[in-house]
């Protein structure tokens, strides 16, 4: 069983992964974001049915891998992952790296949670077939935003958060309606948060699985302390579930972020059942202009190297290593 988590970073995903871990069949680790960062590459490679462009691919996912800055406890022979791809590809290497980590965990099914993969659901779909489930798992857009500013990743404006937002949960709403039911599950972080025992109890029994009170107990594990150890950024997965944890956009976002959230999502919004608090209430939908978009994507990208220069010295060179194998791939095409 290969269970993909989709929907939109902020969302609880590292808790939901770290819970899930614990289960005696479900492997889960940090994701190294494989079909993020490799599919707009994929060109460099050339054609992937040739043996040594096939071979470099296997060799960079590995080495990907290999640099996560939360260690894999696996070891990676790229003959044997060759060997375990039905096909010369992406998600078939990503595959192949997936099942050897569940290998080396003594576990026969896993979890990838970069939710990212609701990109490339139709080659996901494909590949994996019915082997493939879907946890969609989905956050008030509001509070993801919120936590989108505060983090040192990711789109920095209440309207770029939102255009992602929005794109996001409709690709995944799409989804649910178009595999069968018993492989798609959505699941809201403010269930997993306030109902933690009940979330997962009906999780388990979608999955098949036994529930196991040690999942509650997640921010005690090694991979708990392992991601913790990785990052600012992951801190709080040493922590029990915070039922208190929503609703933060009420009192920390400004009416004019709210409004430029609501204003491009609040179709999503109103569809996974949150109420808007401005836009159909006392005003209308904001519009943007050429001028008013050029505006925010210049504020965007300011927002975003301000975050950058506050990663701490530790966080920027655990993170250096899959940067510079990215930068290096990215420069053959310059020296070919």
């Not at 871990?21 to 889960?28: F, G, V």
């Not at 990109?119 to 989108?148: K, M, N, Q, T, W």
Request: proline letters at 5%; hydrophobic letters at 45%.
């Amino acid at each position: 069983m290969k269970i993909f988590m989709v929907g939109t970073q902020r969302s609880g995903s590292n808790l939901l992964r770290l819970m899930l871990n614990q289960a005696p069949s479900l492997a889960a680790p940090h994701p190294p974001h494989v079909l993020e960062r490799f599919a707009p590459l994929l060109s460099l490679y050339g054609n992937l049915q040739g043996d040594a462009a096939f071979a470099t691919l296997v060799d960079d996912v590995a080495r990907l891998v290999e640099a996560n800055p939360v260690p894999w406890p696996v070891t990676l022979e790229r003959a044997d992952l060759h060997r375990r791809c039905r096909e010369r590809s992406l998600v078939a290497v990503f595959g192949a790296v997936m099942d050897r980590m569940a290998e080396a965990a003594g576990k026969p099914d896993w979890v990838c949670k970069s939710l990212a993969n609701v990109h490339f659901l139709p080659e996901i779909e494909r590949y994996f077939g019915d082997d493939a489930r879907y946890l969609y798992l989905y956050r008030d857009g509001r509070d993801v935003c919120l936590s989108f500013m505060k983090a040192v990743v990711g789109e920095k404006t209440a309207f770029h958060v939102a255009r992602q937002w929005h794109a996001e949960q409709q690709l995944a709403l799409a989804c649910g309606r178009r595999v069968p039911a018993d492989r798609f599950l959505a699941l809201s972080y403010e269930s997993l948060t306030t109902a933690p025992e009940p979330s997962l109890r009906r999780l388990c029994a979608w999955l098949g699985i036994e529930f196991h009170a040690s999942m509650l107990d997640y921010h005690g594990s090694e991979e708990a302390d392992r991601t913790a150890s990785s990052g600012r950024m992951w801190e709080n997965v040493r922590k029990p579930v915070m039922a208190g944890n929503s609703r933060k956009w009420l009192a920390e976002m400004s009416t004019d972020d709210i409004v430029d959230f609501e204003s491009v999502a609040g179709a999503s919004l109103a569809e996974l059942g949150y109420e808007l608090h401005f836009v159909g209430q006392d005003r209308e939908a904001r519009r943007y202009d050429e001028a008013a978009l050029a505006a925010l994507d210049a504020e965007n990208r300011r927002r975003k190297a301000q975050a950058r220069e506050t990663l701490p010295p530790a966080d920027a060179a655990a993170r250096k290593p899959q940067e510079d194998l990215l930068a290096e791939i990215r420069s053959r095409a310059v020296t070919a």
